[in-house]
């Protein structure tokens, strides 16, 4: 949903129905969905098409990084010169950068990343984020548990 924030789409309720029956299980089935806001299987399935295609949301599996291999996850501030947008483009490139904010206060942006081990972060930091000329400084927050993430806030 990169650069969604501040455009709020027209969605009736139908959709946000959907929405928040697909934030509960992804994989639920359209009849199953349809049945729950009243519509036909098809009818669900050419809203998911559209919700998907019109960038409102993504259907993916959502993982424990430390179960597939990635035993370091980390929360990156950065304070930048310039325009942030074009840092954040950067970063965002990044293969191992998940989570990319651009913010108001002591940060200019905030990069969620998640790597193979601390060799990796340190590899990620020295020679491809900071060696960047916009970044002027990091600070970097290690996860060492999470305790909770999760995707079902709903509609508005």
């Given amino acids: 949903m990169a650069g969604t924030a501040g455009r709020r789409p027209a969605l009736d309720d139908v959709s946000k129905a959907i ?5 509960e299980d992804g994989r639920r089935p359209y009849a199953a ?8 299987e098809a009818a669900v399935r050419q809203r998911v098409q559209r919700l998907l295609e019109g960038g409102v949301m993504q259907v ?11 035993t ?14 074009v840092v954040a483009d950067e970063i965002a490139a990044m293969p ?3 989570y990319v904010v651009i913010t108001a206060g002591s940060f200019d942006l905030l990069v969620e990343v998640v790597c193979e081990d601390d060799d990796h972060l340190l590899e990620l930091l020295s020679r491809r984020i900071r060696s960047l000329p916009q ?3 990091t600070e970097t927050f290690v996860y060492l548990r999470l305790r909770k993430q999760q995707y079902d806030w709903g509609t508005r």
Avoid: H, N
């Avoid at 929405?19 to 934030?23: D, T, V």
């Avoid at 370091?72 to 947008?85: P, W």
């Fill in 135 to 137: 970044v002027r400084t």
């Fill in 72 to 85: 370091r996850q980390a929360m990156i501030g950065l304070r930048v010169d310039g325009d942030m947008e």
């Fill in 96 to 98: 191992e950068v998940d």
């Fill in 60 to 70: 993916v599996a959502v993982t424990d990084p430390l179960q597939v291999g990635f």
């Fill in 19 to 23: 929405i928040e029956q697909l934030q």
């Fill in 33 to 40: 969905i349809g049945k729950a806001v009243g519509l036909s």
